[in-house]
């Protein structure tokens, strides 16, 4: 392994990142070719269904493959799905090296493209820069692995951790430079989590609008006795509603009605990765929060933090349960980002299924 492979990994990681939102359920992709030192060809996995990097970058090279070198941030497909086989045509395109950041943990690809590949002839380079490329794909991976998806927490609170006030008013506590950063977070998770509560005093549209974006997250609503407002924004755009009460007919909007208790998390992730979700983010409210946190299945955590007391209203984590100073809930705190008059927190809970992949 050389410094140039380290360099061309980061750069198909940096396309990859281009497709967040869109590929799911498959990973994010992106691939680089280089031949006598220059950039002939580079592609990435745009959205489902499309071609997948290492083809895109091998067209994109005009003819020009042949004794070139791909990077590529994860394992090559060996097997026929929406696409053929990515290894048949790195083959056909004369590629004599691969240069691979990880194995695909997929059971139908797991080191069967690498296997392929040199049974073919072609040097084989993996592990570059692969703890990038973990959490590039750490949604996929988990889905992979567990069934679920990533899920990250999003809350955005006063200095005093109130997400809003005594009245229940909480727009807004960030100012909007904040909010575009949550709308980048929105463009590239599969769905939005919030109760019923939020949605008929908030009246969100869980949408992705003040950024530029081709994609917008699926909503999805835990509410048990199906108690969502017949006039809510989110229901135009075919949310997901989880309930005890599926046959309960009230809903003009097309909507998807599950018949599963909303307060059982663990099957709800579960029929959420299989609608093939590869990362969720949960936005609200006070209950959510603290039922995610308290049964484990937050891997992720964005706080934004306004620089402002109230004194009294709803806790962001009201649910949580009370705690000892010696025996506090940990988190990793992985990034601080000042945004305009906010800050912007970027944690990790002790069950992070992040720990695992680094295991």
């Not at 909480?170 to 100012?175: A, G, L, P, R």
Request: net charge positive; proline share 6%; with cysteine.
């Amino acid at each position: 392994m050389y410094q140039f492979d380290i360099d061309y990994i980061k750069k198909a990681i940096e396309l990859a990142k281009l497709g967040a939102g869109k590929t799911s359920p498959n990973p994010l992709v992106g691939a680089v070719i280089v031949k006598d030192g220059k950039i002939i060809g580079e592609g990435y996995h745009e959205r489902y269904g499309a071609p997948h990097a290492e083809v895109v970058a091998i067209q994109r090279a005009a003819g020009n493959t042949l004794g070139a070198t791909l990077y590529v941030n994860l394992e090559p497909c060996n097997h026929y799905g929406l696409t053929p086989p990515c290894t048949e045509a790195i083959i056909n395109a004369g590629i004599k090296r691969v240069v691979i950041s990880m194995i695909d943990p997929n059971p139908l690809v797991h080191g069967k493209g690498i296997q392929r590949l040199l049974s073919a002839g072609i040097e084989v380079v993996t592990g570059v820069y692969e703890e990038q490329a973990l959490w590039l794909n750490r949604g996929y991976i988990k889905r992979i692995k567990t069934g679920m998806p990533w899920v990250i927490l999003k809350a955005a609170i006063t200095l005093d951790g109130m997400i809003a006030d005594v009245e229940g008013n909480s727009k807004w506590i960030t100012d909007q430079l904040a909010r575009r950063e949550v709308h980048m977070l929105r463009k590239s998770v599969d769905g939005i989590i919030v109760g019923w509560k939020t949605v008929n005093h908030d009246n969100p549209s869980l949408d992705v609008r003040l950024v530029d974006s081709d994609h917008s997250p699926r909503p999805v609503i835990l509410d048990t006795y199906l108690r969502v407002r017949g006039d809510a924004k989110v229901l135009s755009r075919h949310p997901l509603i989880f309930t005890r009460n599926p046959n309960r007919i009230k809903i003009k909007e097309p909507v998807e009605l599950i018949g599963i208790d909303p307060h059982n998390l663990h099957a709800v992730l579960k029929a959420l990765g299989d609608k093939g979700m590869n990362m969720v983010m949960v936005e609200g409210g006070s209950e959510l929060f603290s039922s995610f946190l308290r049964e484990g299945y937050v891997d992720e955590i964005y706080l934004f933090i306004a620089p402002k007391l109230l004194g009294a209203g709803l806790l962001w984590t009201q649910k949580l349960g009370a705690r000892k100073i010696s025996t506090p809930f940990h988190l990793q705190l992985m990034e601080v980002k000042t945004i305009g008059s906010d800050i912007m927190l970027r944690l990790l809970p002790p069950q992070s299924y992040f720990n695992l992949l680094q295991a």
